[in-house]
Each structure stands twice: as C-alpha cells, then as structure tokens.
C-alpha cells in the first residue's frame, strides 16, 4: 500500500492504544477511589479503543502492509476528580479526531479510495465519542460537590458499561 498512508495508519494505531491505556488508567484511579460505575465504564472504554486499534492493524493487513508498533508513554495516573479526569478525555478525544480527519485528507490527497472509505467509519464514531464524554462532563459539572448525585451518576455510568458490554457481545456473536 501507499508509504504515506501506511506510515500514517501505523501512527493512528500508536494513537489508539494511547488511549486505550490513557482510559485503563482512568479506570485505575476510579476504582481505587471506590467509584465502580465510572471504573467500569473507562474500562469498557479502553477496550473500545484496543477495537479501533485492532482495525487499524486488520485493515493494513489485508491491504499486504506492514505495521509497526511504536512505544507507549506513561500515561497520567491521577486526577483532581472525576470532572478532570473526563475533561481530559475529551481533550483527547478532540485531538483524535483531528488526527483522523488529517488521515482521510491523506487519503484523499493520494487518491487512496479504500482507505478513504475505510476510515468513514472512524469519522462517524469520533462525534460519537466527543459526545459521550462531553455528556458525562456536562453531568458532572451539574452534580459538583453533591455526594448523593455523584452515587447515582456512578451507578448509571455502571448500567451504561453493562449495557455496552452485553450489546458488544451480541454483536461478536451474530459475526
Ligand atoms: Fe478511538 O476513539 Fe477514542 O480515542
């Protein structure tokens, strides 16, 4: 396949499983700090993006590319609570997004038309996630200090994860 376009695909990989380590630590710090809802569902997360990565590495592959992992860095382990630890998920979400649509300009500029089409799907989920998360930020910035609504948001964070997991499931069995 192109060298561009693989190169940048390999980077994209790179920036996934950032992610995916980037939410198993948000994951960590929430279940140390007893909030098992919000834990579960940075860990639901994390293994969406190990699936973005997988795509990544699947499509390269059967385009008979080659792809090359890179080191990951330390990822923050810590937050001052839970609204910071969302707020820089969705910096982060943010600058995948971009990321991406550099990668179809890429595409587009080297007339690359399978991996054009190939990487729609990761335009689409993008507005899915910025909103996901900016919907837990707006929660979390409405509950503030009140303990009462910072339970009840941890148990419906655990019900979404759940219901996550059970249709991730469904979907893996009718394939
Ligand atoms: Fe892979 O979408 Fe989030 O980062």
Redesign the pocket.
Known sequence: MNDKVQAALNTQIN??LG?FY??LSMAAYFEADGLKGFSAWMRH?AE??MM??MKLYDFIHARRGRVTLKALGDPKTVWENPVAAFEDALK??Q??TAAINALVDLAREERDHATHSFLQW?VD??VE?EEIVDDAIQKLRRIGDFGPGLYLLDREMAASAASSEGQAESEAGEG
Do not use: D
Request: proline share 0%; net charge negative.
């Open positions: 920036m996934e992610a980037t939410y997360h969406e993006e973005h990565a982060h979400e600058k995948v990761f989920e993008q996630e």
